[in-house]
């Protein structure tokens, strides 16, 4: 496609043009709206009326301006493209209707308001995404001129007969009725067979599903796989040995509700579902962006969300903790309250361009990376689409997003936003520790007057002449012994001065300046449409909304509004995300979009009775856990049926449990454990650089070490440099959330896994540990199919192991006397055999 300059040299004719900016159009949807001057329908609706009521009659003076300046200026520049002949994006200009009506956003010309008017805005070269004419910025008088026209009402022979056309924008009742926008009510659950055993309702909503399709489910999974599958399930490590053991020898009937139980009690519980959540909460250690800075304390956030996790806390509170924590009644529990700053680090853990030298486009753009967050992780809503216009899809007008902009700009994200800019921190200091940094201080101090009276002391013991001035270098007259004594004060004072306790602090918000927002036409700061008081989406809230505060940013409501039992997302949004990090799909497969442009539920009357069960049960998530897993449906075989898989391939039924292979951390975190050298500390950071520290950046320079035996949750997650493992695994971006990764098979991750020195050093390590345990081969052999698979060896298998590693054995190896090292070739014997079973498909799939 050519660029702009080069169409311009060859003269183009007006469809060439067009055909130009409609290839644009296709490609980048944001230059086409600064093409076309579009902006919100929704906020063209309102700089229509406003239009309509200040158009008065211009005097006879005004209107000569208009024919002998302005027309002319318009006609020469500006008729080509958008005349009578052509209309680029279906916006006039030459005439006053077609100017206040506008192109396919809303209207260019907003009478008495330049700054409000998209063409003033474009012709100024204000907007480095919106400049008219595109070959040529106009003369600074011929701007001036257009800028004065606007000023006094944009006066036109037409002023007082026409009026815009309105568009139509956002229809709030039509949108209410898609399903998702509609509180759940909980649907009667389908009577379940004579014949069945289950009376779980999630089973008799599937069952009655599959009767329809006329479907037959496979039977239960055998013990060793649902053991296996429910321990990598719900803490992300393989069961050991003496648990499977122990499972299968319990034969009561609630065998597995005990091995849920001490699964959803364990506190690796917390991390395995906590990095679920971080996808969701785009976690990262690192900005990412222009200045790849250290979050040095993002990990307080990531130990909240595990610890929350651990502890069961409702997922109402767990939200309004992160939205608004800071403006919660902690009264004098000075640990709770701390725990709550740090929640709110959700709102602060996006990307941003900390060099961005247009101070109001950052804050705006930081405001914007917030709404789409909230909007897509806990609303399943894509909110972010109406910053420039409204909701192309979405009953979500321009004006419902800058309602919640104003929320979200009145709250402070940020300390400064000078280049480079930083984020807020707010202290979570302790009683202890703000006394330990007093008690230092004043060791500083009385230093400091130690040195003074030592000084002091030497000065008086100096003779000089009456009225002689003191000489600078005075000290160097004090006698050798005090010398070395002020020497030995200072040093000690600049020790002190260097251990200075640090307070800790950790990323967060609060409350800000206190104010609406007006609507940003095309989505940007320079151009100003109308002011929107601060608000939820209208759709969304069907009781007319009571004013927000006027002392406060109204987090606290909005959170308090999304939780609240009659919402229609929040619950359901959840419960989906639940199923689909048990089953590897959502019963709404888009998990990140539930508006008109997602999927359907393939089960709808199962999602809305989850949503109410998850509220009735006070928000538990491991509630929600113990009643999927204990239904046949979560513990069903993951085996084969022709019939079925020809009537539903994709297993929309779940005639069968699918086969997953395991994400990026659990594969890692596996070979650790079996290993034996898996650190199973819980929390804390494992950056090697300051916080606000450069990390990775145009250098390439990457401080950031791997080597490390923690549980995966704790690997630094660099954005723009992602452990490499982790990308070959199909780990999160880190800079958008994504609750719904992607899975594929490439060569690369077989290649790691054969030949990556992590692999290695671990296989190692498995085969010490076997070799050093007390056993036969046979014994270390069954042991490690047990660890690795979950299960022991076939007669068969067991046969080629050893025949395996017999042969590997004679390859003998030399060392530098030429002597035979038997125990070495017989510990690389092993590694080879525990490298080619964690190879196997079986070892990184649940079953």
């Known amino acids: ?199 779980q309702p999630i089973d008799a909503f599937i069952l009655a599903a599959l009767e329809k399709a006329e479907l037959k489910p496979l039977g239960p999974a055998d013990k060793r796989t649902l053991i296996r599958r429910a321990t990598f399930d719900l803490i992300g490590l393989p069961p050991t040995p003496s648990e499977i053991d122990a499972f299968l020898a319990d034969k009561s009937a609630g065998a597995f509700r005990r091995v849920v139980d001490r699964l959803l009690d364990s506190p690796h519980y917390g991390e395995r579902w906590g990095r679920h959540w971080l996808d969701v909460a785009r976690y990262a250690d690192s900005n990412g962006l222009d200045e790849n800075v250290a979050h040095g304390n993002a990990w307080r956030y990531r130990d909240y969300v595990v610890k929350s996790l651990n502890d069961d806390k409702p997922y109402n509170e767990f939200l309004v903790e992160q939205l608004a924590g800071d403006l919660l009644d902690s009264g004098t529990d000075v640990s709770r309250r701390n725990n709550r700053l740090i929640a709110t680090g959700f709102l602060v853990l996006g990307p941003k361009v900390l060099a961005e030298v247009d101070e109001g486009k950052m804050e705006m753009d930081i405001v914007d ?221 888009t998990v990140d979009n539930f508006g008109l442009q997602g999927q359907q539920p393939t089960h709808p009357q199962l999602l809305d009775w989850l949503a109410v069960r998850f509220v009735e049960e006070g928000w538990s998530l491991k509630a929600m856990h113990r009643l999927i897993m204990l239904s046949d449906v979560y513990q069903r075989s993951s085996g084969f049926s022709p019939r079925n898989d020809t009537a539903d391939q994709d297993n929309q039924f779940y005639w069968r449990y699918d086969i997953r292979r395991l994400e990026a951390e659990v594969i890692r975190d596996a070979l650790l454990a079996l290993s034996g050298t898996l650190d199973r500390t819980l929390g804390g950071s494992l950056l090697e650089v300051k916080n606000r520290a450069y990390l990775f950046d145009h250098t390439s320079n990457d401080k950031s070490s791997y080597d490390i035996r923690r549980r995966s949750i704790y690997v630094p997650v660099i954005r723009n440099h992602l452990y490499d493992m982790f990308q070959l695994f199909d780990y999160t971006d880190a800079s958008v959330l994504n609750g719904n990764r992607d899975t594929s098979t490439i060569a690369p991750q077989a290649l790691f896994l054969m030949n990556s020195q992590l692999v290695a050093s671990l296989t190692t390590a498995m085969a010490k540990r076997l070799l050093e345990a007390e056993g036969t081969r046979e014994g270390r052999i069954n042991q490690l199919f047990m660890e690795a698979y979950g299960r022991q060896p076939t007669a068969d298998e067991l046969n080629r192991a050893d025949v395996f590693l017999s042969r590997f054995e004679k390859l003998t190896v030399q060392d530098k006397d030429g002597t035979k090292d038997g125990a070495d070739s017989t510990q690389q014997a092993w590694q080879a055999l525990c490298q080619s079973v964690i190879l196997s498909s079986e070892f990184i799939y649940v079953r």
């Open 369 to 589: 990376e917030q709404i789409d967050t909230i909007g897509r992780s806990l609303m399943g809503l894509t909110l972010g689409c109406a910053r420039c216009h409204d909701h192309k899809f979405d009953p979500i007008g321009q004006d419902d997003y800058y309602g919640l902009a104003g929320i979200f700009k009145s709250t402070r994200t940020m300390e400064h936003f000078k280049k480079v800019a930083r984020w807020q921190e707010n202290s979570i200091a302790l009683p202890a520790d703000t006394a330990r940094k007093k008690k230092h201080e004043q060791l500083i101090s009385d230093k400091k007057r130690q040195i003074e009276a030592r000084v002091a002391s030497a000065k008086r013991a100096l003779t000089s002449p009456a009225g002689e001035k003191v000489p600078q270098d005075i000290e160097k007259r004090f006698p050798q012994q005090t010398q070395l004594e002020l020497k030995t004060l200072r040093d000690e004072l600049k020790q002190l001065e260097k251990s200075v306790p640090v307070m800790p602090t950790a990323m967060g918000v609060v409350d800000g300046a206190v104010a609406h927002t007006a609507v940003h036409l095309r989505g940007s700061h320079l151009t100003l449409g109308d002011v929107v008081p601060r608000r939820f989406p209208r759709v969304l809230s069907v009781e007319n909304q009571s004013s927000l505060p006027d002392m406060s940013s109204g987090r606290l409501e909005f959170a308090r509004w999304l939780t609240a039992p009659s919402h229609p997302l929040a619950a359901r949004v959840m419960v989906n995300r639940i199923w689909r990090w048990h089953f590897g799909k959502g019963l709404v497969p």
């Open 1 to 199: 496609m050519p660029d702009f300059n080069s169409l311009k040299r060859q003269n183009p004719t007006p469809g060439q043009r067009r055909r130009f900016v409609e290839s644009i159009s296709r490609r980048v949807s944001a230059s086409a709206l600064a093409i076309a001057l579009v902006f919100s329908a929704g906020a063209a609706a309102w700089s229509a009326d406003d239009a309509a009521q200040k158009v008065v009659r211009p005097t006879a003076e005004q209107i000569r301006f208009f024919e002998k300046t302005i027309r002319p200026l318009l006609a020469k520049y500006c008729y080509e493209c958008h005349g009578a002949d052509e209309q680029e994006s279906e916006l006039r200009l030459d005439s006053l209707a077609g100017m206040l009506t506008g192109g396919k956003g809303g209207a260019s010309v907003v009478p008495g308001k330049p700054k409000s008017s998209l063409l003033v805005t474009a012709v100024g070269y204000r907007d480095n995404e919106l400049q008219m004419p595109p070959d040529e910025k106009l003369s600074d008088r011929q701007i001036t001129d257009l800028t004065r026209w606007v000023e006094m009402g944009a006066p036109h022979p037409d002023s007082g007969k026409v009026a815009a056309t309105r568009r139509s924008g956002v229809d709030i009742e039509q949108g209410r009725k898609h399903w998702a926008f509609q509180t759940p009510v909980k649907p009667k659950v389908p009577r379940s067979r004579p014949t069945t055993s289950s009376r």
